[in-house]
C-alpha cells in the first residue's frame, strides 16, 4: 500500500475570497468617502485664499416637483419680490443655481400657497432635488462636481471659440456688456490682472460680451484705452449664455477650474487690480 499523502490545493478558499473581496469593497468605499469629504475642505480652502473678494460657492440643482406621485407644472422656485422665477415644465422639472450652506427653498405652486423646505448644501455641485408637494419633503439624489456649462463664443474678428479650448488652464470668464456702468468700472481692473499674469501659461481671462452687436465692442475698448489688453475679448452671439451659470445681471466672473469645474463665482464688480485679487487667482491655480 502506497505511503503517499494527497497534494493540498493551492490557492484562497472561499472564505479568503470572502474575505479579500470584503477588504477590497470597505477599503475602496472608504477612500471613496474620504475623497468626497474633501471637496467641501477645498471649497474652505478657496474661499480662504479668495477671502478678500468675497467668493460665492453655488450648486447647479436639476429639480423635480411632484404631488402624488404626478409631476407639478408651473411650480415657481425662489421667486423674487417681482415674482420672477424658474418654473417647472410640464414634467415637474426645473434647473436652478442655489448657494452652498444652509438655506430654504421656496416653491410656489400655481395658485397656491408657498411651500418652504430646508436644504443644507454643498459647494460647486451638480444635484438633483426631488420635492414632494404632498409630504412636505425633499430628497437630494445624486451629486457630481459642477461642470462649467460649454461657451461657445467669438473673438473680435468672428472666429468660434469655446471654453472647453481652454481646458487644462484656469479660467477667469467675466459677462459684461459695453452698456454696462459697473462693467466699465470693472473693465480696467481686469486688464491690470491680466497684464500680471501675461507671461503665464497656466491661466486664462476671459471676457465675454453680451451685447447685441460685436462692432459694438472695438469702440468701446479704444475709448477705454484698452485696445491693447491681455483679456482675451469674446462675444456671444446669443446674450444667454451667462444665464447658464445662474447669472442675471452683469458683471459676474466664475472660476473655472481646470477639469472644467466651476470653483467660485464673484457678483458683481471686483477689484481685480489689487494684489489680494492676483493672490486669489494665484492660489487657485493647480487646485482642480
Known amino acids: 500500500?502506497?505511503?503517499?499523502?494527497?497534494?493540498?490545493?493551492?490557492?484562497?478558499?472561499?472564505?479568503?475570497?470572502?474575505?479579500?473581496?470584503?477588504?477590497?469593497?470597505?477599503?475602496?468605499?472608504?477612500?471613496?468617502?474620504?475623497?468626497?469629504?474633501?471637496?467641501?475642505?477645498?471649497?474652505?480652502?478657496?474661499?480662504?485664499?479668495c477671502r478678500a473678494l468675497t467668493p460665492e460657492f453655488r450648486s447647479r440643482a436639476a429639480v423635480t416637483v411632484t404631488q402624488g406621485g404626478n409631476p407639478v407644472a408651473g411650480v415657481a422656485i425662489n421667486p423674487d419680490a417681482q415674482g420672477a422665477a424658474p418654473k417647472t415644465d410640464a414634467q415637474g422639472a426645473a434647473t436652478v443655481m442655489l448657494p452652498h450652506g444652509a438655506q430654504e427653498v421656496v416653491l410656489v405652486p400655481p395658485g397656491g400657497e408657498p411651500l418652504r423646505f430646508a436644504l443644507d448644501l454643498p459647494g460647486s455641485e451638480d444635484l438633483e432635488i426631488a420635492f414632494d408637494l404632498d409630504v412636505g419633503g425633499s430628497t437630494i439624489g445624486s451629486r457630481s462636481p459642477f461642470m462649467a456649462p460649454e461657451i461657445e463664443a467669438q473673438d473680435l474678428q468672428g472666429n468660434p471659440v469655446k471654453l472647453?479650448?481652454?481646458?487644462?488652464?484656469?479660467?477667469?470668464?467675466?459677462?459684461?456688456?459695453?452698456?454696462?456702468?459697473?462693467?466699465?468700472?470693472?473693465?480696467?481692473?481686469?486688464?491690470?490682472?491680466?497684464?500680471r499674469l501675461g507671461d503665464r501659461d497656466d491661466v486664462v481671462v476671459l471676457a465675454v460680451s453680451i451685447d447685441e452687436k460685436r462692432e459694438d465692442i472695438v469702440p468701446f475698448l479704444e475709448r477705454m484705452s484698452l485696445d491693447q489688453t491681455g483679456v482675451t475679448v469674446?462675444?456671444?452671439?446669443?446674450?444667454?449664455?451667462?444665464?447658464?451659470?445662474?447669472?442675471?445681471?452683469?458683471?459676474?466672473?466664475?472660476?473655472?477650474?481646470?477639469?472644467?469645474?466651476?470653483?467660485?463665482?464673484?457678483?458683481?464688480?471686483?477689484?481685480?487690480?489689487?494684489?489680494?485679487?492676483?493672490?486669489?487667482?494665484?492660489g487657485s491655480i493647480g487646485r482642480g
Open 164 to 195: 472647453s479650448d481652454f481646458r487644462g488652464k484656469l479660467v477667469l470668464v467675466n459677462f459684461w456688456a459695453t452698456w454696462c456702468e459697473p462693467c466699465i468700472t470693472e473693465w480696467p481692473q481686469l486688464d491690470q490682472l491680466a497684464a
Open 234 to 282: 469674446l462675444w456671444d452671439p446669443t446674450s444667454e449664455q451667462h444665464r447658464n451659470y445662474g447669472s442675471d445681471k452683469i458683471p459676474d466672473t466664475f472660476f473655472i477650474d481646470e477639469q472644467g469645474v466651476v470653483s467660485a463665482a464673484f457678483v458683481n464688480v471686483r477689484k481685480w487690480g489689487n494684489p489680494e485679487a492676483f493672490h486669489c487667482v494665484d
Open 1 to 49: 500500500m502506497s505511503d503517499a499523502k494527497p497534494e493540498a490545493k493551492s490557492g484562497p478558499d472561499a472564505f479568503g475570497m470572502l474575505v479579500y473581496a470584503l477588504y477590497v469593497g470597505v477599503g475602496g468605499l472608504l477612500v471613496f468617502m474620504f475623497a468626497w469629504s474633501l471637496r467641501g475642505a477645498v471649497d474652505t480652502q478657496n474661499a480662504s485664499v
